[in-house]
């Protein structure tokens, strides 16, 4: 790449499970890109690829900076999402689209399988000898986007798990019994993890915490259980949805596949999961008051709960691949979020290989779950805790007994 | 009554399903009757009526002021709940610890079961001549009191369930396909009804909703998704757990009757309904992406979202409460939240008979309910926004569309 500026269009678009902070990588990158004269035009594609390869597309030249701004603070994708793994035929369309259009700027928004995507594109435009800058933004609730300390989209879907915990414990507190919660994250347990930010008093759930890194038995599960409830008269649970079996089968799966085999398929339903562990509890452990909810949707689009830091950081991976872009330096890249070393909680914005984010994921470290496997450590509450940020205040009673009369 | 105080102690209790503002009323009622010499101690039940019969009380007057107020702002019933109907001998013996202890004023927080319970613990009080006032403090999600414009902890739910599709509506909007979100409310339609004061735009979901007080039937169910299907290439639906056919019987109950003939109770799971619902349009409306979520817990305890009026006026309950105790115009009653006349918003507390709000329920009135019956009216809204309050600020882009080169 020559010094020369590369002048030309951009084209930015938004991939894979929304977040709530989605939308300030996208503003990020259109405010920033407004800033350099080698951008001409700045669109945008509706539902990611679907957008490009139906060359529909939006001019957000044409947005105002006070709508750009109350666009950063929307959740979920304002450009329009899409689940789509491009086949061979479908990258080189897209690749023509963009060179139609004199994209020189592409972004794209989203995790592993948008950096890949973006990855297969940055290769058509080098065969054909096509310049143009090809940035992939770090995006995923789940955390698990390799290279990343963490991803942008995770801190507030954590304060959401967190801020769920917190109501959830004080309930089951208040009417004890067993209460078990399924979080997303198939692969990776982070934001099943995030449950234990939830955590104010040594008595406060969740008590157990089960993650799709260590196999999971019912029978260890029922037997945990008994064990808190021995201890508490209650018990709250944090279930990942991908909790496997030592073979790497998803509990969730081998429970759909026996319900299968009875001609019934309805138990695959959205409270799959929780619904077998409450059984097992009610039947195995003899405790009466077991339920389970599934945390679902609301955990990766809720409006109203954002991490200050996710939504500052979010908006700097978006700021940060329109410069690594417009810079001298880099066709091509993914922005990854790196932690600064030492105390005070701060953060860099990193340019890195689009393979080493593309297709694999990253799982929870060992030393961030406890050796029984049923719990995080210490030193994960340290990890995110200034990712999710400030979390309600949460009191109890002294509750001084009065002597019987 | 005399003009002469009534001296002696006070009790009071927690009962039903915990709210996110029920520890205002219980706070309110305590700071309040530190200022009345005629009350000595005041002590709290731990999980209400069980903590009186098994004479488990603590000393409220030991708090501090500022850990009561930390406990004023904290989720769900910080003296611990229960869910009892109390047997006639539980209420003799339940006067008897009160007695016992010289309890001359009872105060219950709950919904219409407890304002019951309170009643006949009154009735009791009466007929062994022993003067006590005994009153009940409105508090439910539910939103289901007579007398009461609405309750307590009724606006801080619908809060959540409102900030919850908002998201939702935009996670549909990003990756379109039917949206089926199930909410809490068996008999009575509020708190599902509350979903629509997530629309900000026109075409933003809930696209239908389904409320306990009209007849529901799948085939007008399929049909309605449609049509809705068929204008905006997707559909949000809020559905309240309690929608019932033509006969009254539960659309849940009918579905797990169903099953339990094949011999399978695991559908009466957490997430039955929505499921039930889900396969209904992918089977019959033949749309691909269906979803369903069951909002479950979370929207009665969350942390961190919470109305503001409803907070404040769960505080309002639990002093007035005291109020009414320590004049001398009533032995008993439960407290009224009543909206004053006029464009502006606000409320007094009034005092009502316990039997005014025992036993029976409120139900949706019908000038809130479309004559379609799948959708609330304007009325509706204009009723609910002020309870609910602020609610996050919603943007979406101009996205002027680009010509096709």
């Given at each position: 790449m020559a010094n020369e500026k590369l002048v030309g269009n951009m084209l930015i678009a938004q991939s894979g499970g929304p977040t709530v902070v989605i939308n300030q990588s996208l503003v990020g990158a259109v405010l920033e890109a407004k800033k350099h004269s080698a951008i001409k035009k700045i669109y945008g594609s509706r539902h990611g690829l679907k957008g490009i390869l139906e060359e529909n597309l939006c001019d957000l030249g044409k947005e105002t900076?006070?709508?750009?701004?109350?666009?950063?603070?929307?959740?979920?994708?304002?450009?329009?999402?899409?689940r789509k793994k491009p086949t061979p035929e479908d990258c080189v369309k897209v690749f023509q689209v963009l060179r139609k259009y004199n994209i020189r700027y592409f972004f794209y928004i989203g995790g592993n399988d948008s950096a890949e995507t973006t990855h297969i594109i940055n290769e058509e435009a080098q065969k054909a000898g096509y310049v143009m800058k090809c940035f992939h933004i770090c995006k995923t609730i789940d955390n698990d986007l390799r290279e990343n300390d963490h991803t942008p989209g995770f801190g507030s879907a954590a304060k959401f798990?967190?801020?769920?915990?917190?109501?959830?414990?004080?309930?089951?507190?208040?009417?004890?019994?067993?209460?078990?919660?399924?979080?997303?994250?198939?692969?990776?347990?982070?934001?099943?993890?995030?449950?234990?930010?939830?955590?104010?008093?040594?008595?406060?759930?969740?008590?157990?915490?089960?993650?799709?890194?260590?196999?999971?038995?019912?029978?260890?599960?029922?037997?945990?259980?008994?064990?808190?409830?021995?201890?508490?008269?209650?018990?709250?649970?944090?279930?990942s949805e991908g909790i496997s079996d030592d073979q790497g089968t998803a509990i969730a799966a081998k429970f759909i596949k026996e319900v299968d085999s009875h001609g019934n398929v309805q138990l695959s339903g959205s409270g799959a999961l929780g619904d077998l562990l409450a059984k097992e509890i009610k039947e195995k452990a003899a405790i009466s008051r077991v339920r389970a909810d599934t945390f679902g949707y609301l955990q990766r689009s809720f409006a109203g709960v954002v991490s200050v830091n996710d939504a500052?950081?979010?908006?700097?991976?978006?700021?940060?691949?329109?410069?690594?872009?417009?810079?001298?330096?880099?066709?091509?890249?993914?922005?990854?979020?790196?932690?600064?070393?030492?105390?005070?909680?701060?953060?860099?914005?990193?340019?890195?290989?689009?393979?080493?984010?593309?297709k694999e994921t990253r799982h929870m470290p060992d030393e961030f779950i406890t050796k029984a496997g049923n719990d995080v450590t210490p030193a994960f509450i340290a990890y995110a805790k200034p990712i999710v940020g400030d979390l309600p205040k949460i009191g109890r009673l002294k509750a001084v007994p009065v002597t019987k009369a």
């Open positions: 900076n006070a709508n750009l701004e109350l666009v950063a603070g929307t959740p979920s994708s304002a450009l329009g999402s899409v798990v967190a801020q769920a915990f917190m109501g959830d414990n004080l309930d089951n507190r208040a009417l004890p019994g067993v209460k078990i919660n399924v979080i997303m994250g198939r692969h990776a347990g982070f934001l099943t993890a995030a449950a234990a930010l939830a955590r104010v008093y040594p008595d406060d759930g969740p008590h157990l915490i089960y993650l799709p890194e260590r196999p999971f038995t019912l029978e260890k599960f029922v037997a945990d259980v008994q064990a808190v409830y021995a201890k508490y008269k209650r018990c709250v649970v944090a279930v500052k950081e979010a908006r700097q991976a978006g700021v940060a691949a329109v410069k690594f872009a417009t810079g001298n330096q880099f066709n091509s890249g993914s922005t990854a979020i790196k932690r600064k070393p030492g105390k005070k909680y701060a953060v860099t914005i990193e340019r890195t290989e689009l393979r080493n984010v593309a």
